[in-house]
């Protein structure tokens, strides 16, 4: 059994058309792989797991918000082989709906009463013929040459002076090339030493800074590396990575292909969550432009798709995933630094952090630190829920939550309450709009940026729903390898709703700090430690609306 | 030998070795040892779950955290290597109350009635919960792991409802016995143990090793036979070392004897294994030596050597005897065809030894060379 058997089985799964009886022996077979380990693959993941599963509406937090129930109540209803999904990275276009593997739009009741009972029929009326997307009044521009693109969301600012954007979505793609081309004129070590004076930090959600993870690949004694892009974006209210991919797919493969020519790899691996079909097709077209004309020399780029689980947006999960294995985080110390996918050196980052290299490569560390206004350079926000217009906005590093919003058209209603950073972030009340929206400030105050998912709530949101909500994700995306995760997430869910039905007097929430303290100490990853946070906040910044809680009386 | 004047943590002798700090005080160790080896080696409880010392760490139950000086999280004492100078606290206040809270919430998810949670082995969650004094009024939930009834294999049961979800049965069927008929299925609160599409064991690359139920630290993974003959749980069973005769290789076992049955005479009513690292079968054992005791108090089994009188049925008789009369049976046959109509058939249960004497027997007193051993090919 090789590495690339393993490897081949959730994509073998997938095309036998997921974990139907008789295929997990069937894949093993083929794969030369154990069949227990292939069925323990099949079953992790919910887009093989339950394949019967057609229609999916998401019941993100946003989506919920844009009436995400009454959809999923009309395709139960219409008897489509419907469930609900965890963030389908669709926030800014509520609700978002996965149609088998294609994300859609702004799904309305209508659309589901029109599909009827067939689920391939399923379509999003906000798609106009020609592929473009009204969204919230902002007429995008259809990509006619690319027909298989359905959508993309709103993007700003769109009139921005050259050089004045890290990333610039609205710009004009570049050919491939030109930065790599100025890479191999600074060599690894400046280009190592421009990253470090930019202060480029992990823009996937730890903030942690680019250049250490360069340096400390490109000096280990073992020459065989990889370099892994991180695609699998699904923290809740996130939604960046998708713009990223479907408009400046140039500045991510130039990035790529840059790291792996800093830390002396030859292989870059892109794993984009399985939910992203539209992004695949676009990057897929970049790869196979970039290896026909040779630009990069021996760079190579293999994709790989997810099949849907949040927790293979941790690192260590996703080198797992990639492995062909259950997305279980590993144990750090050793990073993937020195131990990653294969036990080699391994590079990973977020698309938008390594999107980020290019411009930094070509116009210099000082140019892209002195974007941002509290920390280097500029961010990609993206900002869903009561704001007139959800979308990615890139902004100097640094923001008020108000200079957000203004940029969305504005607020819908009094503002209540905000998630800086996804649900991983917990909630923030309006009395914090003014704080610098960047990651060492955000951190101070218990909460973080995260992946800058800003969700905002308005007054009409009860806090112990939305903390609800944010719970259930990590119940249904908690991987279940440790026991704090696995039993502390079902336990909050638990507790907050025997709380909203009333069972207050055996106090079902007397236990939370307890378990909340057990979670973030003993969980062996980001979202155990984090997953409290929503409810932890909305108790202490929201206890109104948590009343005749037992623990007061 | 240089004669040793020094304690163990004087600083000439912490100079020349390896050490650490445990708890305040200090504490040698190999290059490569973890944490809880150390801690184990010097008289410090750490409690695990998920560890076995057959198996790679996973530091997946937590059971074992510590605090290391420096490090912002606890780390797994199972899976980290200790280091020179390290301070580690395997009991403060914060690994004191760890430990209280994540017990506190397994046993949400877990059954506390002993007689429903302790059928079979040992449960060392509830001991643990119990040793740390867990709170156990934290409510409990309805566990979400499916089982996996009905599977028709006569051997291992698995209960659902007791499994921690530790992976040690699987791990353990994997890098122990090669095997990978389990693995950890389904995510989240519903994690459990399964094999391919829920097959029964037998449909699956099973070997009925009964590792997984050996390995098992709550017996969510259990023995059948006890289970249906509604043996005593383990705890009230008497160990008695002793060698498995199913073959040569003389792995070590532990028959598990019910000293009240048959009236006083006690009854062997299950086998385990020796703790790991104890034996040199490093407490592993196959199918026969932990399954088939059956034949021990078996109505059918011969307990005294027999041979058949004048009319053909089989009688008691003495050792001496019986040889005597063999030793003629098979000197006649030799006298009346030749000693190449003798042949001498060896069994697998036999020792090396024993297989040597057999083959001397036919050789030098028989003059035979037709002798044979069932598992030769």
Known sequence: ?553 | MIERTEPDDAPAVAAARHTLELDGRSVAFERGDTLLEVARRAGVEIPTLCHDPRLEPAGACRTCLVEVSGQRRLVPACATRAADGMKVAAGNERVERHRKTLLGLYLTDHPHDRARAERGAPNELLDMAARYDAPRDWGQMTPKREARDGDRNPYIHFDAATCIACARCTRYCDEVEGVTAITLTGRGAATTISTVDGLSLLDTTCEMCGGCVDVCPTGAMGEKMPLARAAKPERALTKVRSTCNFCGVGCQLDLNVDPDADGGRGRVVKVTSPPPGTTTNDGNLCVKGRFAYDFIHHEERIQAPMVRDASGALVETTWDHALSVAAKGLLGVAAKHGTNSLGFVSSSRCTVEENYLVQKLARAVFRSNNVHQCAAT
């Open chain 1, 1 to 553: 059994m090789s590495k690339h058997d393993a490897a081949s089985v959730p994509d073998r799964l997938r095309e036998a058309g997921g974990l139907l009886a008789g295929v997990a022996r069937q894949v093993a077979r083929e794969a030369g792989v154990p069949e227990a380990d292939v069925y323990g693959v099949g079953s992790f993941y919910h887009l093989l797991a339950r394949p019967d599963a057609k229609v999916r509406v998401c019941t993100g937090l946003s989506c919920l918000l844009g009436g995400a129930q009454a959809v999923l109540d009309a395709a139960r209803a219409a008897g489509l082989p419907v469930e609900g999904a965890s963030c389908l990275a669709g926030c800014d276009v509520p609700p978002a709906v996965l149609r088998d593997r294609r994300t859609l739009p702004l799904v309305t009741v209508e659309d589901v009463q029109r599909a009827g009972a067939d689920w391939r029929l399923l379509r999003s009326a906000a798609i106009g013929a020609s592929g473009s997307l009204d969204v919230a009044g902002v007429a995008v521009a259809a990509d006619v040459a690319q027909p298989e693109v359905e959508w993309k969301g709103a993007v700003g600012p769109a009139d921005a002076a050259d050089g004045a954007l890290a990333l610039d979505l609205c710009g004009a793609q570049q050919a491939l090339g030109a930065a790599f081309h100025r890479a191999r004129e600074l060599g690894p070590e400046g280009v190592i030493a421009a990253l470090e004076a930019a202060g480029l930090q992990g823009r996937g959600g730890a903030g942690f800074p680019a250049h250490i993870k360069w340096k400390g690949v490109r000096s280990q004694p073992v020459t065989e590396r990889y370099v892994v892009l991180n695609a699998d974006e699904g923290e809740p209210g996130t939604f960046k990575d998708r713009e990223c991919m479907l408009r400046r797919p140039d500045l991510l493969l130039e990035g790529l292909a840059i790291a792996a020519f800093a830390v002396g790899a030859q292989e870059c691996y892109l794993y984009l969550r399985g939910e992203f079909e539209v992004p695949w097709g676009i990057v897929q077209r970049a790869i196979d432009a970039a290896h026909a004309s040779g630009v990069y020399g021996d760079i190579r780029f293999h994709m790989h798709a997810g099949n849907g689980a949040y927790i293979c947006g941790e690192e260590t999960a996703l080198l797992e995933a990639l492995e062909g294995k259950r997305g279980m985080p590993r144990l750090k110390p050793p990073f993937p630094v020195e131990v990653g996918l294969w036990n080699k050196p391994t590079l990973i980052h977020n698309v938008e952090t390594i999107s980020c290299v290019p411009g930094i490569v070509q116009r210099g560390g000082a140019w892209f630190r002195a974007l941002g206004r509290t920390e280097p350079g500029t961010k990609l926000y993206c900002v869903s829920g009561h704001v007139a217009r959800p979308g990615t906005y890139e902004l100097p590093l640094g923001v008020t939550l108000d200079e957000l919003v203004a940029e969305a058209g504005g607020y819908i209603g009094t503002l209540k309450a905000f998630s800086p950073g996804g649900a991983s972030s917990g909630f923030l009340p309006a009395t914090m709009r003014d704080v610098p929206l960047d990651f060492g400030g955000l951190g101070k105050l218990g909460s973080m940026l995260g992946s800058a998912g800003v969700v905002v709530l308005n007054d009409t949101v009860d806090m112990r729903w939305a903390a609800a909500q944010q719970l259930r994700f990590f119940e249904d995306e908690s991987c279940g390898q440790c026991a704090p995760c696995r039993i502390g997430t079902r336990y909050l869910r638990e507790s907050v709703d025997r709380h909203a039905r009333g069972e207050v007097l055996d106090g079902p929430l007397t236990h939370v700090a307890d378990v909340a303290w057990q979670m973030n100490e003993g969980s062996i990853c980001g979202l155990g430690q984090a997953a409290p946070l929503p409810l932890t906040s909305a108790l202490k910044y929201f206890p109104a609306d948590f009343p005749a809680d037992a623990r007061r009386t």
